[in-house]
Structures are given as structure tokens and as C-alpha cells.
């Protein structure tokens, strides 16, 4: 059979994916109404749990491994709908946050397409960002509608040059080049080097868009005297982009605020200026902590996983446990895995775990004692989470099923890791108190 032919068959069977996914989410729906109606929590881990492990016993053997994640993230799109629609309705704010929230979490958020594109969103993005643009050199990397809208409003801001940069420069002629005071230049990638003058980059391409976290379009060290970074996606909250600005203290800003405005212009176009600014910033604020997960690290035996289902319980984000994933994925507990197969390759288990559940949104994560110890996953964390540090009285830690625990003190152990978790953490509590 030809490839064409494997083609129509994926094409065919994509569709009918797609069809089963919609019909689940709306009786899904329709459960998120039942249990709000009746006071019934979103998540039940031990009816999940024991789906999954059904449909791992009737998987061929070389395809088990992969059944915990497909019905993890089905699972975690259905909480995630579910408490998106049963939020408080009834006000233009409510009800346009729900709709935001909604498109967010299941279609990424997407400003690429050419009704999402416009100079005025643009505008109110970096106003909202508080970069400069004025004079400034300024690198677009693109050359999509979304280039064309941006490459309009830098004009209107009175841009000194902009630098228009495409993988493919035959594309380049058909950007529609404003006419404006800013010398517009068309550039390749692979010449880029001969621009490390530019002052502030824009990325309106698609690379590191969830589910390819972690790409990014370049590296910024070509640009040493970068006063901005903006980068339009918004999922995951922090592109690989984002990541590196903040690592060098740029002044960066992903692409939330720009679908927040347009949705409050389209629905709310009668509004004052003002008024639309004020209401945008509200839902801004509120999307941005609803989106990022919340992701708890700690000592072993600190209590992380206790804690996080708790928060689940009473939010409705999704919950996961990084040690629970991998005993889904080997059948066998941190525990065991550290005994019989070492720490190091545990560790590397444990990073493949994180790299698949921290691209999720609107989730609370408890992760192992040790994650800290591998400098990859903070970037993993910090894609979409806010990092809190659960903190507890070393004499308090429960150590049963512990083997790292066992074999180094834990006053030691914590004197080792005490700098980790300062390094990864955005926030610390006190759980004695």
C-alpha cells in the first residue's frame, strides 16, 4: 500500500476521533452540571484510576505504556471543561472569562490565524507590557498574518527599523509592508547575526505553541543588548522564549493580554477606552492565575501529595502526582524502581514524567523530593506553573517507602537540597503554621 493510502486511513480515523471527542465532552458537560447542581466533587481519582487500569489489561503490550497518558489528558480536558462552564454566569465578565478560558485550555489559544491578527490588539499588548518601542530597532520573527498586524502597529509606534525574518524568504513577499517612517528589512534566519543591534524581538510564529513545548524560533544570546522580549503564544504560559528573557532579566510578556483585549473589543465594542482596559486587565489577571498550574515541591514526606489533592478538591484542577505516573508507566513505585534500578535512572524516568504532565493547564502537581536535583525540570515546572516550596519540620517528615531518606539523613538531605528548592520555588509555606 502506498503512503497516500496511510494517509486517507489516518485522515479518516482522525475524523472520527475528533466526532467521539466532541460527543465526550459534551455529556461531559452535562455531568459537570449534574455534580454542581448536586455538590458532587469535579475530580474522583479512584474511578480514574481504575479506568485506566482497565484499559491498560485490554491494551496490546507494546502499546500499555501509552494508554496512561491518552486517558490522563482526556480525563484532565473533561475537569478542565467542566469548570470552565461552571463558573458564575449572568455577567458580561463571567461569561466572557468562561468563553476565554474555554478556548485556552482546548485549542491553545492561537493568535495566529488572521481574524485574531490586528495592529490594535498588538498596540494595547505592548503598552500593557511597558516596552518602548519608539526609535527602537525591532526583530519580527514570522511572516504570517499575525507578522502583517504586528509589523502595522510597530509602524504606528514609531519603530526606528523593523527586521523581518522568515524560514522560508520566498514567504516574505507577501507581507504586507506598512508604509511608515521605519525601515522595514526582510532577513533569514541563518542571518540574523548581522542584526545584533535589534533592541526588542516579537514572535508571531507558532514554534514552542503546546504540544511542541520547549522549541523556541532562536536563541537570544545573539542579542546582547535586548530591552524586550514578546512572544504571542500564551500555552504554554512561558515559551522556551519567555524563559530564556527572564533568565537574562528582560522585560517579556506572552500573548494572553492580546486575545483578552480583542475578545473584550469584539464583545464589548460600545465600552469606553478606558472601560475596555480596565475589564480586560481584571480577566487578564484572573486568566493568568487560572491557567497556570499550581506544582508543590518539598522534602520527602512533607505532605506534597496530600496537600495537592486537597487544593484539586476544592478548585477542580486536574490533579496529578509525578510518583503515581510513574508507577502507571513501569508498574512498579518510586521505591521499588530506586532499589532495584537506581536513583539516576528514576530521575530520568521522573524528568520523561514531568515533560509530559507539566505542558497541562489549570492543574495542581505534586512532584518528588528529588526533582530539584535536575536543573531541566525547573523549565519544565515553570512553563505553566507558579512553583510553592511546602516547607515542614524535618522531625515531622513521614519517611516510610523512602529509600533515598533511609540511606542519607534527612537533616543532611535537606542541607543539600535547601538551595534547589530556593532556586526553583516562586513562593514558600510553612505547613507547621
Not at 117 to 131: K, Q, T
Request: charged fraction near 30%.
Amino acid at each position: 500500500m502506498k503512503i497516500e493510502e496511510y494517509r486517507k486511513q489516518i485522515a479518516r480515523i482522525d475524523e472520527e476521533i475528533l466526532r467521539l471527542f466532541l460527543e465526550r465532552m459534551e455529556v461531559s458537560a452535562k455531568i459537570g452540571s449534574y455534580k454542581k447542581e448536586r455538590g458532587l466533587p469535579v475530580r474522583v481519582p479512584e474511578v480514574e484510576e481504575q479506568k485506566i487500569r482497565r484499559m491498560v489489561e485490554e491494551s496490546p503490550e507494546e502499546l500499555k505504556a501509552y494508554i496512561p497518558r491518552l486517558f490522563s489528558t482526556l480525563f484532565e480536558l473533561s475537569r478542565s471543561y467542566q469548570d470552565a462552564l461552571s463558573g458564575p454566569a449572568g455577567d458580561f465578565q463571567g461569561d466572557l472569562e468562561k468563553t476565554l478560558f474555554q478556548d485556552l485550555l482546548l485549542h491553545a489559544g492561537d493568535p495566529f490565524s488572521g481574524e485574531s491578527a490586528d495592529a490594535w490588539s498588538f498596540i494595547r499588548l505592548i503598552h500593557h507590557a511597558g516596552i518602548r518601542v519608539a526609535g527602537k530597532k525591532v526583530l519580527v520573527l514570522g511572516s504570517g498574518n499575525a507578522a502583517s498586524a504586528v509589523l502595522e502597529a510597530l509602524q504606528e509606534l514609531g519603530a526606528g527599523a523593523i527586521v523581518v525574518a522568515s524560514r522560508k524568504p520566498e514567504s516574505l513577499a507577501i507581507v504586507s509592508f506598512p508604509k511608515g517612517d521605519a525601515q522595514v528589512l526582510p532577513a533569514a534566519y541563518e542571518h540574523l547575526s548581522s542584526h545584533a543591534d535589534v533592541d526588542i524581538i516579537v514572535n508571531t510564529t507558532p514554534v514552542g505553541m503546546y504540544p511542541r513545548n520547549g522549541e523556541s524560533p532562536i536563541s537570544l544570546s545573539l542579542f546582547p543588548d535586548l530591552s524586550g522580549v514578546l512572544d504571542l503564544i500564551s500555552n504554554p504560559y512561558r515559551s522556551a522564549l519567555l524563559m530564556e528573557a527572564e533568565e537574562r532579566k528582560i522585560p517579556c510578556e506572552n500573548g494572553l493580554y492580546l486575545l483578552v483585549v480583542q475578545a473584550v473589543r469584539r464583545m464589548h465594542s460600545d465600552a469606553a477606552e478606558e472601560v475596555e482596559e480596565e475589564l480586560a486587565g481584571r480577566i487578564w489577571q484572573s486568566l493568568s492565575g487560572n491557567l497556570q498550574n499550581i506544582a508543590l515541591i518539598g522534602m520527602p514526606g512533607a505532605g506534597k501529595s496530600q496537600e495537592a489533592r486537597r487544593i484539586s478538591e476544592a478548585t477542580g484542577r486536574a490533579f496529578y502526582d509525578s510518583d503515581e505516573e510513574v508507577t502507571k508507566r513501569t508498574g512498579m513505585t518510586p521505591e521499588e524502581w530506586i532499589t532495584t534500578q537506581g536513583e539516576e535512572t528514576f530521575r530520568k524516568l521522573e524528568t520523561e514524567v514531568l515533560r509530559d504532565i507539566a505542558k497541562v493547564s489549570h492543574a495542581v502537581i505534586a512532584t518528588g523530593g528529588g526533582v530539584v536535583t535536575r536543573p531541566e525540570n525547573y523549565a519544565l515546572l515553570h512553563q505553566n506553573s507558579r512553583i510553592i516550596w511546602l516547607k515542614k519540620d524535618i522531625g515531622q517528615l513521614v519517611l516510610e517507602g523512602r529509600p533515598i531518606s533511609k540511606r542519607i539523613a534527612p537533616e543532611e538531605l535537606y542541607k543539600m537540597r535547601k538551595p534547589l528548592y530556593e532556586a526553583f520555588a516562586d513562593e514558600e509555606i510553612e505547613l507547621d503554621s
